[in-house]
């Protein structure tokens, strides 16, 4: 059952059959010729056990307010904002655009909403101060790569549910890798791109500071609200993504005034997709883990990890490498739901905490969406800037391999990623 049911979906995903589809015939093959008397009507119930799910309805919800937040105008206020504060730093335009995307990221949980609200604006920014396109649109979508680390985060959800573990807790446990990736990559930005961009002539007030903070406040309370909400008890994670889209109507429409009547029907229609895609991924993977699990796949790779391998720090070589090499392939929720059942008793049994393998699952599977052929973060900026892949990919190798870096000082000091969990409980 389990060489079907791995060798079907690979097969499939060669021939590029889409990711969801190819899991579901993987199970359906395994369950019809795997020598098991299990009808595959269990697969249809599967998928529904597993979105009928009170968690699951924050993905809905969090993708509307990232889209209404979007429409809104917010990406402009906060770029204005950034700008006005890191104006005097070497290579400001793209630092500001690192900065930027995890402000966004806040909001949207999203790596190609952040792409495309921060690098739509910063991109053309950019090439005016002179940097090279592809070096804009590589910092936009390397950057962008904070859209699910910092949160909420639609990734962070899953693994949580998946992992029987606390959303809340993951969510306050993204904010401290959040922030040392946004350092990191600033510092990998004024090292490389500083001889691209002049000091600016001009000067900042403390008036102008002032005024574009109060214009940006309101998107910059808004993961206060949630997080605070979450972690007082005020809310469940669930109802703090409702709040979340009835705080981003608001703001965009009747503050930002940005928002219009006549586009909420487009902006309905585009989350309903987005969310559709997302839970029908969820909903396969779920058989497929099922499937996996009822077959003894993650204990026998467990027996033979642990056997073969005598160094913890080996074992967590070969996690990260792994997801790296997924991402570069799958979908960032199909990895998590697959590898989860995989890993989380490999990383109990070696004493990793389960919150510091979800994050760290995060945000290697953030990665994968800038590592072809994959690469939704780089397909988005292409699009915005009109470089080829390839150009861009070449470009972005300082950013990926600082964020490769940072994972490997993050999965050996897994007390980085627990410090604010543990602090705050």
């Keep these: 059952m389990a060489f079907l049911l791995f060798g079907v979906l690979f097969i499939l995903l060669v021939l590029g059959v889409p990711i969801g589809i190819s899991m579901g015939m993987s199970v359906l093959t395994a369950l019809l010729f795997g020598g098991v008397k299990i009808p595959a009507m269990v697969i249809a ?22 889209d209404l937040m979007q429409q809104g105008g917010v990406s402009e206020k906060l770029i204005r904002f950034i700008r006005q504060v890191f104006f005097w730093i070497p290579a400001h335009l793209g630092v500001i655009t690192v900065i930027s995307s995890g402000f966004f990221g806040a909001i949207s949980g999203s790596n190609p909403a952040t792409v495309a609200a921060i690098g739509g604006i910063m991109i053309p920014e950019m090439e005016k101060a002179g940097y090279p396109a592809a070096k804009a649109s590589a910092i936009a979508a390397a950057s962008s790569t904070l859209g699910v680390i910092i949160p909420p985060s639609i990734s962070m959800i899953t693994y949580a549910l998946v992992a029987s573990v606390s959303v809340g807790t993951m969510f306050v446990g993204g904010i401290v890798p959040g922030i040392l990736l946004m350092i990191a990559m600033s510092i990998v930005v004024v090292i490389s791109y500083r001889k691209y961009e002049a000091t600016p002539y001009y000067k900042i007030t403390w008036k102008s500071v002032l ?7 309101w998107a910059i309370i808004m993961p206060l609200i949630i997080l605070g909400g979450i972690y007082g008890g005020i809310f469940t994670p669930t109802e703090a993504a409702a709040i979340a889209c009835v705080y981003a109507f608001i703001v965009s429409k009747f503050i930002y005034k940005k928002l219009e009547y006549k586009d909420l029907p487009a902006i309905f229609s585009k989350s309903a997709t987005s969310t559709a895609l997302v839970l029908f991924i969820v909903a396969v993977s779920s058989s497929f883990s099922w499937l996996m699990t009822s077959s003894g796949v993650p204990a026998q790779i467990t027996s033979f990890l642990l056997g073969s391998f005598s160094s913890k720090y080996l074992i967590f070589l070969m996690i990260n490498a792994s997801l790296l090499f997924l991402g570069c392939f799958l979908e960032t929720q199909s990895i998590i739901l697959l590898m989860t059942p995989i890993l989380l008793p490999i990383c109990v049994h070696l004493g ?9 699952m995060v945000i290697n599977t953030s990665i994968g969406m800038i590592t072809p052929p994959m690469a939704v973060n780089l397909y988005v900026a292409s699009s915005i800037s009109g470089v080829s892949i390839e150009s861009i990919s070449r470009s972005i ?29």
């Design 352 to 360: 990793m905490d389960p919150v510091a393998l979800g994050l760290i």
């Design 45 to 66: 119930q599967r998928m529904f056990t597993a979105l009928d799910s009170f968690p699951f309805m924050a993905v809905p919800f969090f993708i509307l307010a990232g």
């Design 397 to 425: 190798v300082p950013l990926f391999l600082v964020l490769v870096l940072m994972i490997f000082i993050f999965t050996y000091c897994p007390g980085i990623l627990t410090f604010l969990p543990n602090l705050l409980q």
């Design 211 to 217: 005024l574009a903070f109060v214009e940006a406040i």
